[in-house]
Nanobody, 129 residues
Framework: QVQLVESGGGLVQAGGSLRLSCAAS????????MAWFRQAPGKEREFVVA????????DYLDSMKGRFTISRDNGKNTVYLQMNSLKLEDTAVYYC??????????????????????WGQGTQVTVSS
């Protein structure tokens, strides 16, 4: 049974930084596409960024480019999201997700949220003015 546990969320002032972690257990996810999504109050869950199993390819939502960086440490079965220059509109619950098995990033992304079969419980990020 795969479990994803996010951590690192919290309250931060606008312009500040946070680093989220997502630790996987149950089996190695080194070949899986992993991603971060977020859901703000009253809004749909939206894609933020994804990374391939070997970390070589990343896919960012355009509005996140230059501020957010995804990385992974397969030895620790963990994926990270470094968030810089945080804005009020970044306030949301951030979720970690993983694809099922070895699936190309383009195929996973084409399926949207349905491309991810494993989800964490989320971690709250609140950006204050």
């Amino acid at each position: 049974q795969v479990q994803l546990v996010e951590s690192g969320g919290g309250l931060v002032q606008a312009g500040g930084s946070l680093r989220l972690s997502c630790a996987a257990s149950g089996r190695s996810l080194s070949s899986h596409v992993m991603a971060w999504f977020r859901q703000a109050p009253g809004k749909e869950r939206e894609f933020v960024v994804a990374i391939t199993g070997n970390g070589g390819t990343k896919d960012y939502l355009d509005s996140m480019k230059g501020r957010f960086t995804i990385s992974r440490d397969n030895g620790k079965n963990t994926v990270y999201l470094q968030m810089n220059s945080l804005k009020l509109e970044d306030t949301a619950v951030y979720y970690c997700a993983a694809s099922e098995g070895v699936v190309p990033l383009t195929a996973v992304q084409a399926m949207g949220r349905n491309g991810y079969v494993y989800w964490g419980q989320g971690t709250q990020v609140t950006v204050s003015s």
